[in-house]
C-alpha cells in the first residue's frame, strides 16, 4: 500500500496537481530504496520584519510569462508533518511529495554541533538521493541560526577567531563537501546572523575576521565543483538596514543570501502586502549578486494574524512578483512542508529561547503548506502553481 501511495505521488498524480506535470516530468521516479538521511525539521526558523505596503505594487499572478528565461530553481523542506521522531517512512513520503510537486531544489541544513562522522555519512546518502534526480543542493551550515549558537559546548564561548573554532569550522566544511562532492551547488554559512551579532555585538569583529576566513577555506576546498557558491546568511531585515556586518560579508561571498519570513518574533504576522516593493529592496541590496532566499514562508496560525487564506495568498503573490524579478533571484525555499506538533513545536521554539506557547511558536510551527494530520492546506495549491511557472527553463 506505501508502495501505491509513492508511485501515486510521482506517477499518477491527480487533476488537481496536474499543473505540476512539467516540473515532475524533470525530476524522474525517485529510487525509493534510498536512505532517507537525518530525520529532523531542516532547522529553526529565520526573522523578518514586513512594513507596510500595497497589495497592487505585487500582484497575485504566478505567471512568470513575461520574464527573462533566467533559472529559478523553486524548492520546499520536505519536513514530516505532526510530533515525534518521524519514521523512515514519513521522510520518504514527504521527500516524494516534495518531488512530485515540481521542487527542483533543496536546503540541507545542519548544526555544527551535529556534524560528526555519523552525521556526514548519512549527509551523503542524502546528497546521493538528490543528485540522482538533478535536484540542485543547497547546504546550510547553521554556524549560529538567529539566537542560537550551535557550536559544540566546548566551543560555546570561546571567541569566533579562536584557533579552535577556526580548525573545527574547516573540518566541518571540508567533511560537507567531500560528503556531497560536485552536487553540492551552494553553501551558506550561519543563517540570520544579524540577529546573532545584533545581541552579541562585542562578537562582530571576531565573527567577521572568522566568516572570513570559513568562507575562503571552502572556496579553496579541492573537491568542490567549480560552480560552488558560498555565502553569509542573513534575514531581509539585516539585508535591507542594513546591518554592519552586511556589505564586507557580501563582497566576500558569491551571492546574497537571505530569509523572507515576515513578523516572525512579533505578536503578528507581517501583512500580506508589499511583496514586490521587499522583492526590490532584497535585489537592490544583492547588487550584481544572485540570491538564494535560503527560506521563505506565511503562517496559519490565527494566534499570530495568519490563516490558511492568507497563507496561500502570501505564496501567490510572491511567486507573482517573482516573475519579472526572476533574474535575480535564482534559488527560492518555502520554508516548511508540514506543521508541527506541540513537542516538536517546543524544542524549536526552545532553541531560540522562546516560550511553547508564544507568537513565535505559533509562527513557525504553522508554517506548514500541510497541517499537522497531513492534509493539504490552500497554500498547498499555490505552491504547486509556483512551482509550475518556474519549472523551465
Known amino acids: 500500500m506505501r508502495l501505491l501511495h509513492r508511485w501515486l505521488l510521482l506517477g499518477a498524480i491527480p487533476l488537481a496537481t496536474s499543473i505540476a506535470t512539467v516540473a515532475c516530468e524533470a525530476v524522474g521516479r525517485p529510487d525509493l530504496i534510498t536512505s532517507p538521511g537525518p530525520v529532523g525539521d531542516g532547522g529553526s ?35 514530516p508533518a505532526g510530533d515525534g ?65 550551535t557550536r559544540p559546548s566546548e566551543l560555546v564561548g570561546a571567541p569566533w577567531d579562536a584557533p579552535e573554532v577556526r580548525d573545527a569550522v574547516h573540518q566541518a566544511i571540508d567533511g560537507s563537501i567531500d560528503a556531497l562532492g560536485p552536487s553540492l551547488s551552494s553553501l551558506v554559512l550561519g543563517r540570520d546572523v544579524d540577529v546573532y551579532l545584533a545581541a552579541h555585538p562585542e562578537l562582530r569583529p571576531g565573527f567577521e575576521i572568522f566568516a572570513l576566513d570559513a568562507l575562503a577555506h571552502a572556496r579553496a576546498h579541492p573537491g568542490a565543483s567549480p560552480d560552488l557558491r558560498v555565502g553569509v546568511g542573513f534575514s531581509f531585515v539585516g539585508a535591507t538596514l542594513p546591518d554592519p556586518s552586511f556589505e564586507p560579508l557580501l563582497e566576500a561571498s558569491d551571492m546574497a543570501v537571505l530569509s523572507y519570513l515576515p513578523g516572525l518574533g512579533e505578536k503578528e504576522a507581517g501583512l500580506t502586502t508589499g511583496i514586490a516593493a521587499h522583492a526590490d529592496a532584497m535585489v537592490a541590496s544583492a ?104 519549472a523551465s527553463p
Open 45 to 79: 526558523m529565520l526573522d523578518a520584519g514586513w512594513p507596510e505596503a500595497s497589495l497592487e505594487d505585487a500582484g497575485s499572478s504566478t505567471d512568470a510569462s513575461d520574464a527573462s528565461s533566467a533559472p529559478v530553481l523553486v524548492a520546499l523542506t520536505p519536513n
Open 85 to 149: 521522531t518521524p519514521s523512515i517512512g514519513q521522510v520518504i513520503d514527504a521527500r516524494l511529495k516534495v518531488l512530485a510537486a515540481g521542487a527542483r531544489g533543496v536546503v540541507m541544513r545542519r548544526a555544527l554541533r551535529d556534524l560528526d562522522a555519523t552525521a556526514l555519512a548519512a549527509l551523503a546518502q542524502e546528497g546521493a538521493f538528490y543528485s540522482k534526480h538533478e535536484v540542485s543542493i543547497a547546504l546550510t551550515l547553521a554556524l549560529v541560526d538567529r539566537a542560537e549558537d
Open 287 to 390: 547588487g550584481e549578486k544572485p540570491i538564494l532566499l535560503e527560506s521563505f514562508g506565511y503562517p496559519s496560525s490565527s494566534v499570530v494574524g495568519g490563516s490558511p487564506a492568507k497563507q496561500a495568498l502570501f505564496l501567490e503573490t510572491f511567486f507573482g512578483a517573482l516573475g519579472p524579478r526572476r533574474a535575480s533571484f535564482g534559488f527560492v525555499n518555502v520554508e516548511m512542508l508540514g506543521d508541527l506538533g506541540p513537542v516538536r513545536c517546543s524544542e524549536r521554539a526552545a532553541a531560540q529561547g522562546e516560550p511553547p506557547d508564544g507568537p513565535y511558536a505559533a509562527y513557525i510551527c504553522s508554517l506548514g503548506l500541510v497541517t499537522v494530520s497531513a492534509e493539504d492546506k490552500p497554500a498547498w495549491t499555490s505552491f504547486l502553481q509556483g512551482a509550475a511557472a518556474f
